[in-house]
């Protein structure tokens, strides 16, 4: 791949197409520049390809490279035209949407869905033996979804078959027809006993497309998820992309498959967290769902909670949070019924952005809420396997832990990269840092960023073919760090020390309640000594001293003294002037 100096990439999202154009200079990849235009995968275009065109044109104009000859990208280069790779993702059209079926609920089907987010699916349906469903009402839903692609999985190698054929047929009873390609038969993944593939196979053969993989539960105590991802993204890339206005064209054009946009972003995450050897969460907040990422010890999970948005789904978040939460974070007097209205008035309008301040402060308590929900859900779907038998001490049962604990462990976390417009296109850096750490309330020290102009999928992608340029633009076009965020473990008394910090030769003591923002440039890092008070912890026990080194950013080194589990004051006036107090420390105007 060293000959390859010039690299297009495009993302066909909802609404929006993305190209960008990396170049070789020197010895590391860089982003030159940017292209936008609407996509057009529905009417009156019905097809994708002229929206990449739009947006390819724009890079074209732009870096004042020819990319564009007789109407359509020049791949390889020749004579200093075209470029020598183009990739694309897509998430047009709905992205890929999926059911999927398990035995046991909270064991195989939850497998089921690990598989599908890992690949880049929205859920659209999760059906089990034992979901509490009557089997006419599932047929019933199989039927009305029309989901592109259906993951059926269950049972361990050598167990019992029974359960699946009874999945199996329910299937034949539904007689499931895909979303896209009239008279195509819906591609159906089996993952499940290999001892039951062949009375499965007899039951759904004539009236399904059936890909048999490795069981992603071939034991009860171990996942293998991998053969169901590729699965998926090989039947993605056939048969829903295929089917899809425009993508068919598209696709002669790419150097390599394309890649759905969730699944993209779940790589050059993947690939900075193996990388660095770090513990990495992202998130990427849009209009309609929230998409949260998480490597934690080397496992990978992805979730998307499909009804939490800053836009179309707004009211979902109303919904779901309630009023209370969502007005706790507005630091300004204001009646639910206002707040209601404002909600409802950008779900009717999801394309206008806010004029005011107020208007501004209370998207961005609308935000911290739709990321607290869905790291939540995430944080439910991120965890050890159940029903996994373990050796117990007689003190290990009096604890009543239970298998299936959550893998995500904030005083692990080394970094949160945000994502979405709320997010990376706040008007301040000081906003994004904030709503960030409100929503996700880190422990310990952790590194804040967000994406800049979100070329994360594109990235993804290029990873699985160039993981060092993908790396290289990452770090210094794409992150954008806010600095380090330290943040003690515990409860105290209002003004009294909750920790102690030494840095640059200066000692300051940060009262419990508070936040202080100390400046500190990025690129620039500093060791600190942190000394917290008997109670707390910075991630190296109750009252122990950590030194650590910080690095700067946009905002500077965080420290959030206002305890962990985080407590707003539930008396209107007091929890006024704590966020007044909070907001000032970041600088942030205040609503007059």
């Given at each position: 791949?060293?000959?390859?100096k010039?690299i297009l990439?495009t993302?066909?999202?909802?609404?929006t197409?993305?190209?960008?154009l990396?170049?070789?200079?020197?010895?590391?990849?860089?982003?030159?520049v940017?292209?936008?235009?609407?996509?057009?995968?529905?009417?009156?275009?019905?097809?994708?390809?002229?929206?990449?065109?739009n947006a390819?044109r724009e890079?074209?104009?732009?870096?004042?490279?020819?990319?564009?000859?007789?109407?359509?990208?020049?791949?390889?280069?020749?004579?200093?035209?075209g470029?020598?790779?183009?990739?694309s993702?897509?998430?047009a059209?709905?992205?890929?949407?999926?059911?999927?079926?398990?035995?046991?609920?909270?064991?195989?089907a939850e497998?089921a869905?690990?598989?599908?987010l890992?690949?880049g699916?929205i859920?659209?349906?999760?059906i089990?033996?034992?979901?509490?469903?009557?089997?006419?009402?599932k047929v019933q839903?199989?039927r009305?979804?029309?989901?592109d692609?259906?993951?059926?999985?269950?049972?361990?190698?050598g167990g019992?078959?029974?359960?699946?054929?009874?999945?199996?047929?329910?299937l034949?009873s539904?007689?499931p027809r895909?979303?896209?390609?009239?008279?195509?038969?819906?591609?159906?993944?089996?993952?499940?006993?290999?001892d039951?593939?062949?009375?499965?196979?007899?039951i759904?053969?004539?009236?399904?497309?059936?890909?048999?993989?490795d069981?992603?539960?071939?034991?009860i105590?171990?996942?293998n998820l991998?053969?169901?991802?590729e699965?998926?993204?090989?039947?993605?890339l056939?048969?829903?992309?295929?089917?899809?206005?425009?993508y068919?064209?598209l696709?002669?054009w790419?150097?390599a498959?394309?890649?759905s946009?969730?699944?993209?972003?779940g790589?050059?995450?993947?690939?900075?967290?193996?990388?660095d050897?770090?513990n990495v969460?992202?998130?990427?907040?849009?209009?309609?769902?929230?998409?949260?990422f998480?490597?934690?010890?080397?496992?990978?999970?992805r979730?998307v909670?499909?009804?939490?948005?800053?836009?179309?789904?707004?009211?979902n978040?109303?919904?779901?949070?309630?009023?209370?939460?969502?007005r706790?974070?507005?630091?300004?007097?204001t009646?639910?019924?206002?707040v209601?209205?404002?909600?409802?008035?950008?779900?009717?309008?999801?394309?206008?952005?806010?004029?005011?301040?107020?208007?501004l402060y209370?998207?961005?308590?609308?935000?911290r809420?739709a990321?607290?929900?869905?790291?939540d859900?995430?944080?439910s779907l991120?965890r050890?396997?159940k029903?996994?038998?373990?050796?117990?001490t007689?003190?290990?049962?009096?604890?009543q832990?239970?298998?299936g604990?959550?893998?995500?462990?904030m005083?692990?976390?080394d970094?949160i990269?945000?994502?979405?417009?709320v997010?990376s296109h706040?008007p301040l850096?000081?906003?994004?840092?904030?709503?960030?750490l409100?929503?996700?309330?880190?422990e310990?020290?952790?590194?804040l960023?967000?994406?800049s102009?979100?070329?994360?999928p594109?990235?993804g992608?290029?990873?699985?073919?160039?993981?060092?340029?993908a790396?290289?633009?990452f770090n210094r076009?794409?992150?954008?760090?806010l600095?380090?965020?330290?943040a003690?473990?515990?409860v105290g008394k209002?003004?009294q020390?909750?920790c102690?910090?030494e840095?640059n030769?200066?000692?300051i003591?940060i009262?419990?309640g508070?936040i202080?923002?100390i400046p500190?440039?990025?690129?620039?890092?500093?060791?600190m000594?942190?000394t917290?008070?008997?109670g707390f912890?910075?991630?190296?026990g109750?009252?122990?001293?950590?030194?650590?080194e910080v690095?700067g950013?946009e905002?500077?080194v965080?420290?959030?003294?206002?305890?962990?589990p985080?407590?707003?004051?539930?008396?209107?006036?007091?929890?006024?002037?704590?966020?007044?107090?909070?907001?000032?420390?970041?600088?942030?105007?205040?609503?007059?």
């Open positions: 791949m060293t000959d390859i010039t990439a993302d066909c999202g909802s609404t197409t993305k190209a960008i990396i170049e070789k200079q020197g010895d590391e990849y860089r982003l030159i940017r292209g936008e235009a609407p996509t057009t995968v529905e009417a009156p275009f019905d097809d994708v390809t002229v929206g990449v065109l390819v890079v074209d104009e732009l870096s004042g490279r020819r990319i564009l000859v007789d109407g359509k990208i020049l791949v390889p280069s020749n004579g200093g035209e470029v020598d790779l183009y990739l993702t897509s998430s059209g709905g992205g890929l949407q999926m059911t999927v079926a398990g035995v046991v609920k909270s064991m195989s497998s869905e690990r598989a599908a890992g690949a699916a859920i659209i349906d999760v089990a033996v034992d979901d509490g469903r009557k089997e006419y009402e839903r199989i009305e979804l029309r989901p692609m259906i993951l059926m999985s269950g049972g361990t190698d019992t078959t029974t359960h699946l054929v009874e999945i199996a047929e329910m034949l539904a007689d895909p979303r896209l390609g009239i008279g195509m038969k819906l591609p159906v993944i089996y993952a499940g006993n290999k039951a593939v062949g009375a499965v196979s007899d759904v053969e004539k009236i399904v497309d059936l890909k048999v993989v069981n992603l539960r071939p034991a105590d171990r996942e991998f053969p169901a991802r699965a998926i993204h090989e039947l993605f056939q048969h829903v992309m295929q089917q899809a206005p425009g068919g064209k696709m002669t790419t150097s498959g394309i890649m946009t969730p699944n993209a972003v790589k050059i995450i993947q690939a900075i967290a193996e990388q050897q770090i969460l992202a998130v990427d907040i849009g209009g309609a769902t929230t998409d949260v998480s490597v934690f010890d080397g496992v990978f999970t979730t909670s499909a009804n939490l948005g800053m836009s179309y789904s707004i009211c978040v109303l919904a779901e949070s309630g009023i209370a939460n969502i706790r974070w507005i630091p300004f007097q009646d639910e019924g206002y209601r209205n404002e909600l409802r008035n950008k779900m009717i309008r999801p394309t206008t952005i806010p004029q005011t301040l107020r208007d209370i998207e961005q308590a609308v935000s809420e990321l607290r929900l869905a790291f859900h995430h944080k991120a050890e396997l029903g996994v038998q373990q050796s117990r007689i003190g290990d049962a009096l604890s832990e239970s298998t604990k959550t893998l995500v462990k005083v692990d976390l970094m990269v945000g994502s979405g417009g997010l706040a850096r000081q906003q994004a840092a904030m709503m960030m409100d929503a996700y309330q880190p310990g020290v952790t590194m960023a967000v994406d102009i979100f070329m994360m594109q990235l992608i290029l990873s699985t073919i160039m993981p060092e340029a790396s290289q633009v076009d794409c992150l954008i760090k600095g380090t965020s330290i003690p473990m515990g209002e003004g020390p909750a102690q910090i840095i030769g200066e000692t003591s009262p419990f508070s202080r923002v500190l440039k990025a690129g620039e890092k500093a060791e000594l942190i917290p008070s008997k912890d910075v991630g190296a109750k009252g122990h001293p950590h030194t650590v690095e950013g905002v500077g965080v420290i959030d003294a206002r305890g962990r985080l407590q707003i004051p539930s008396d209107d006036s007091q929890r006024l002037a704590k966020l007044k107090e909070w907001f000032a420390a970041f600088g942030l105007a205040e609503v007059k």
